[in-house]
T-cell receptor
Framework: AQSVTQPDIHITVSEGASLELRCNYS??????LFWYVQSPGQGLQLLLK??????LVQGIKGFEAEFKRSQSSFNLRKPSVHWSDAAEYFC????????????FGSGTQLTVLP | EAGVAQSPRYKIIEKRQSVAFWCNPI?????LYWYQQILGQGPKLLIQ????????DSQLPKDRFSAERLKGVDSTLKIQPAKLEDSAVYLC????????????FGQGTRLTVV
């Protein structure tokens, strides 16, 4: 069975600082990988996705993520965080061909200090 | 294009009562999902429809939860009778019927069972 681990429950960064959110997955082959963001009272918004090809993927709002097969990781990064980035971030994995049925991690809550 | 619509946004009921949630997916999306998101956790898939047929309901507590998708468009999720542990956000998502696409999420219905 596939699983996702987000080891950091809560991260606090100062505005303008860089950010890295960790995500490790367990899957027998190369899965489809996603990062979603959820603001309070809102649904999930897709930040970026990896299906195949270039292991460094660019997303919306200046986010990027790198797929590292050897480490079973798909960490999310942003070079300079804005106060509006404060939210909860979820990493998710889907089986190729059925990428829409996702297994989510437990999320990382991001706080941004002024 | 219009997004995934869900109603109501919030619902408070007493335990042992029944409740129903409604979802209208993005037009033309063949696949529809219901996820349950308990506070502090990532979303967990309850049921997946392909058009009006059930693809996967292995994680749906069938003794109290039911879902249908009449005519392959709108869907309703029902809980009867509700338990305290059913308090959660219920997210509906939809995706088109082609590979290498992601799911699009609604804003969710927050259910509180008291």
């Amino acid at each position: 069975a596939q699983s996702v681990t987000q080891p950091d429950i809560h991260i606090t960064v100062s505005e303008g600082a860089s950010l890295e959110l960790r995500c490790n997955y367990s899957y027998g082959a190369t899965p489809y990988l996603f990062w979603y963001v959820q603001s309070p009272g809102q649904g999930l918004q897709l930040l970026l996705k990896y299906f195949s090809g270039d292991t460094l993927v660019q997303g919306i709002k200046g986010f990027e993520a790198e797929f590292k097969r050897s480490q079973s990781s798909f960490n999310l990064r942003k070079p300079s965080v804005h106060w509006s980035d404060a939210a909860e971030y979820f990493c998710a994995v889907g089986a190729p061909g059925s990428a829409r049925q996702l297994t989510f991690g437990s999320g990382t809550q991001l706080t941004v200090l002024p | 294009e219009a997004g995934v619509a869900q109603s109501p946004r919030y619902k408070i009921i007493e335990k042992r009562q029944s409740v129903a949630f409604w979802c209208n997916p993005i037009s033309g999306h063949a696949t529809l999902y219901w996820y349950q998101q308990i506070l502090g956790q990532g979303p967990k898939l309850l049921i997946q429809f392909q058009n009006n047929g059930v693809v996967d309901d292995s994680q749906l507590p069938k003794d109290r939860f039911s879902a249908e998708r009449l005519k392959g468009v709108d869907s309703t999720l029902k809980i009867q009778p509700a338990k305290l542990e059913d308090s959660a956000v219920y997210l509906c998502a939809s995706s088109p019927d082609r590979v290498n696409t992601e799911a699009f999420f609604g804003q969710g219905t927050r259910l509180t069972v008291v």
